[in-house]
Each structure stands twice: as structure tokens, then as C-alpha cells.
């Protein structure tokens, strides 16, 4: 990294804010080579750049490298360090960064779930929780906290952990023999019929209730048992209530399980999805054939758009088109959207082409507006023309002036951010292309021209009969 470079960037970070974040380290065509966790932006970042920094022996040979290529650095804002920690997993097994060796498999955070749904509820730590018939929290940035403080909270409100399907009307219970937690004072030991079942519910509702609370009353209680047991010399009662503070304490290290979504956790059926859209639309039948329409730029060049294309929910590649917005100047996200619409859908409409059931634009209302005045241009009457605001997942849908929110678990919701999703990759996935391509051409443009002598390969070329260029397959 030369010199003016490495000033640019130290600058850079000693303007990041002193909050919890993710970072991402960018080269000069604006690849994501790493994605990072700080619990205070400007000095970790910073700590990269330093002339004291040793990053070999402290981060490793792939660091010290990779640092070398660092162009940019941006950052997201986060609201604790659990939360950038969530982050900086989701955007990791998103982007895939060359320089990340960690948190790039399919292994996910667990959640605490409790089954509602069953007569005497059970408490679990789960990777795969039900779809259906439980309250879950987390997910939880630490496994062997949530399933310590599973450990403590169970002695305290003794619900079963038990994988057995007790039901309520069940005489055989009667006779089962309860296992060793409600021996040791630690389980109501529903499966042997020595709780009811209201008695049993009342137990999982103040659970519920803790779990949803700030628990700083807890804590300080306990914090106040603690310090009274140890100036009474009861030193083993102190620790004990030490081990359950700092297991209680551990349900802090949890995200909401709204905004930290999994998809990898969720499986959805694609019929139930399109069948719950149908609803949402108020279309006739289930959509099967839909598209998705994106635009990618880097602060207005190199715009480009991508359309990708399901059918019955799962991409269909053969239908995917990419654009090279060629009418838009600077940034304006709502004439490149405009373009693509009008390129791709001039002759659909006429029956010439596959004409779509759902047309889905990436953003929100004024996205929306920018897909419809070009309809009206076209005097094409679309079909079902809805958008996808990125931040709180608000669905806009034509002819309606309040967007809708989903639940994050919604079948309807998952399919959409699928779509979103594939065409955000394929439209970075070209704009990146673009720009390799723009950098190439300006680099030999700069170079010495040869004069081609008469019936030279080079001569052939300028002229047009031997043009191939890479760019013109493929794009419309």
C-alpha cells in the first residue's frame, strides 16, 4: 500500500464513530475482501493501520496481506456488540469474503424455544426450531451461556427439558417414574402426573414474563443475596448465586428474533409461499411465474440492473437478463429502474415474450412509483407490480397507500426475500464485471497505439470484422 493510500485511510478510520459495529474492508474495485465485528469502530479499524501494528504475528500472513489491498473501509452502525456480532455472521455467510475463515459454513446460533403449542411446554436450546407452536427468543451469540442459564432458570421454575409428548388426558402418567431432575428439586416432573396442568402453565408464564423483561431487578436482587451470603461466611451459598447471576446474566448476549433473522434455520414449503402471496395479492390463483428487478452502481457509475426470473418459486436461470443502463446519468436509482422496465417489458406485454404474474422491485415506495409511471408510458397495463423495502421488510403493493409487514417467519415474506436477494447478488455480481471491464479499457486505452500495417490482424479488428468483445453476450 503506498503511502497517500495509507493516509487516505487512516483518515477514514479516525472519523468512524466510538460505538459497537461491523466494518467491511473493500480493494480498489470495491470487492468486499472482509467483514469485521468491533465494540468500538475507530479503534479497532484503526488498530490495522498503525506503524506499530505487527499484524503478522498478531492476525496472521492472511491479514498482513489482505491489509495491503484495502481501498475503502465502510461501517454499519450497531446498537451493542452482540448485535454487531450477529451482523457480522449474516453479512459474512452473505457476501462469502475471500479474507473470512470463520462463520462461513451453514452453522447458525442457537435460539431458546419454548413449546406452546404442547400441553405442558418444554424449555430447549435449538438450532432448528418448530415452525410452528413455539415462543422463541434469541438468537443467542453464546451456546454455552443460553444453556447455562437454561440450567439456572430450571431451578427456579423447574419446567421439564425432556423430549416427551405429554398430554394432559394421559392416565398412563400416573405410573411413569419421573427421571433424576425432579429428584434433585429441579423439574415438576409433569410426565408422572405430579403437576397440573394449570399449576405448570403458571411456571411458564413467569418464565415468559423474565425472559421478555430487562431483568435488572433480578439481577440486583441476586447481586444483594450474593454480597449478604459472603459477609455471612456462607461462601458456598455466595457461590452459587454468583454461577446463576452470571448465568442469567448470559440471556443478555441475545439478538431480537425479529431483526436477526436466519433464513438457513427456516425451511419453507415454495407452494405454501406462493399460496400465502396469493392471498396477500389478491390474485386468483398462485403466482408461478415471478420477477425480480435490481439496480447496482458505485456512487453513479457503472449503473447496471438484473432481472431474475422464478417459476413456482424457485429460480428459473434461463430467465435471468442483465442491463447496462445506458440513459442515466450520476445517481438515480428511479430512471435506472424505469429503463430496465421499459427495455424488458416493451414486448412482453404484446405477447411477443413470457409475460410475468408478479413483478417485484427492489426498495420501497418510490421504486414502486418509478415501476408504475413507466407502465403508464408504455400504456402497458402491468401485472401485479409490488416492492421490497430492504431496512424493516415493508411490502408495497400497487393501488395501496400503506405498506404491509410481515412476520419474519412468513412463508409469503421468505420467497420475496429470496428473489431480492438472487437479484442483489446477480446485479453486484455484474456491476463488478463492469467495472473490471471499465478499468481494463482505460488502462489500455493509456498505452502507446500500435499503427496496424494493411491486413493485420489489428487492422481487421479496428475495422469491425473480428469483434468479440466479452461484454456484448448476454446483456440486453
Do not use: W
Not at 444453556?147 to 398430554?167: G, H, S
Amino acid at each position: 500500500m503506498d503511502e497517500s493510500t495509507l493516509d487516505r485511510i487512516r483518515k477514514l478510520a479516525a472519523s468512524f464513530p466510538k460505538t459497537p459495529g461491523v466494518y467491511l474492508m473493500k480493494d480498489a474495485e470495491g470487492r468486499v475482501l472482509y467483514v469485521g465485528k468491533a465494540k468500538e469502530l475507530r479503534s479497532r479499524v484503526s488498530s490495522y493501520f498503525q506503524a506499530s501494528a505487527d499484524l503478522l504475528n498478531t492476525r496472521g500472513p492472511d491479514i498482513a496481506r489482505m491489509v495491503e489491498k484495502v481501498d475503502n473501509i465502510e461501517f454499519l452502525e450497531c446498537e451493542s456488540e452482540v448485535d454487531a456480532i450477529l451482523k457480522e455472521a449474516r453479512l459474512i455467510k452473505d457476501i462469502q469474503p475471500p479474507h473470512n475463515i470463520d462463520l462461513r459454513d451453514d452453522k447458525t446460533f442457537p435460539y431458546l424455544e419454548i413449546t406452546t403449542g404442547d400441553d405442558f411446554p418444554g424449555v430447549y436450546v435449538t438450532r432448528t426450531p418448530r415452525l410452528k407452536g413455539s415462543k422463541l427468543y434469541g438468537p443467542f451469540s453464546s451456546p454455552a451461556a443460553i444453556r447455562d442459564a437454561v440450567n439456572a432458570l430450571q431451578k427456579v421454575f423447574k419446567f421439564r427439558t425432556c423430549e416427551l409428548e405429554i398430554i394432559e388426558g394421559d392416565d398412563s402418567r400416573r405410573f411413569f417414574r419421573p427421571c433424576l431432575l425432579h429428584a434433585i428439586n429441579q423439574c415438576t416432573a409433569p410426565c408422572a402426573a405430579l403437576i397440573g396442568k394449570e399449576d405448570y402453565a403458571r411456571d411458564i408464564d413467569r418464565l415468559k414474563k423474565l425472559l421478555a423483561s430487562k431483568r435488572s431487578v433480578l439481577i440486583r436482587q441476586m447481586q444483594k443475596e450474593m454480597e449478604a451470603a459472603a459477609k455471612e461466611l456462607r461462601f458456598e451459598e455466595a457461590a452459587r448465586v454468583r454461577d446463576r447471576l452470571k448465568a442469567i446474566q448470559g440471556l443478555e448476549l441475545s439478538g431480537d428474533v425479529n431483526e436477526d433473522m436466519q433464513p438457513e434455520v427456516f425451511f419453507i414449503d415454495p407452494r405454501k409461499g406462493l399460496e400465502r402471496l396469493a392471498e396477500l395479492l389478491n390474485l386468483e390463483s398462485p403466482p408461478r411465474c415471478m420477477e425480480c428487478i435490481d439496480i447496482a452502481h458505485l456512487q453513479g457509475e457503472a449503473t447496471v440492473g438484473s432481472l431474475v426470473c422464478f417459476i413456482d418459486g424457485k429460480p428459473f436461470k434461463p430467465g435471468y437478463r442483465r442491463f447496462r443502463i445506458n440513459t442515466v446519468v450520476g445517481v438515480d436509482d428511479y430512471a435506472a429502474i424505469r429503463e430496465v422496465i421499459s427495455r424488458r417489458y416493451r414486448y412482453a406485454a404484446e405477447g411477443e415474450e413470457l409475460y410475468p404474474d408478479v413483478i417485484l422491485i427492489d426498495g420501497g415506495l418510490g421504486q414502486l412509483h418509478a415501476g408504475m409511471e413507466i407502465f403508464q408510458e408504455m400504456n402497458v397495463r402491468p401485472a401485479m407490480v409490488i416492492s421490497l423495502a430492504k431496512r424493516e421488510e415493508e411490502l408495497y403493493i400497487q393501488a395501496r397507500s400503506a405498506p404491509i409487514r410481515l412476520s419474519r417467519n412468513s412463508e409469503a415474506l421468505r420467497i420475496l426475500q429470496q428473489m431480492r436477494d438472487e437479484a442483489h447478488r446477480f446485479a453486484q455480481a455484474y456491476h463488478h464485471k463492469v467495472r473490471e471491464m471499465n478499468t481494463f479499457d482505460a488502462n489500455r486505452g493509456s498505452k502507446r497505439r500500435i499503427t496496424p500495417t494493411p491486413g493485420s490482424n489489428a487492422n481487421r479488428q479496428s475495422r469491425g470484422l473480428n469483434n468479440n468483445h466479452p461484454e456484448s453476450a448476454g446483456d440486453d
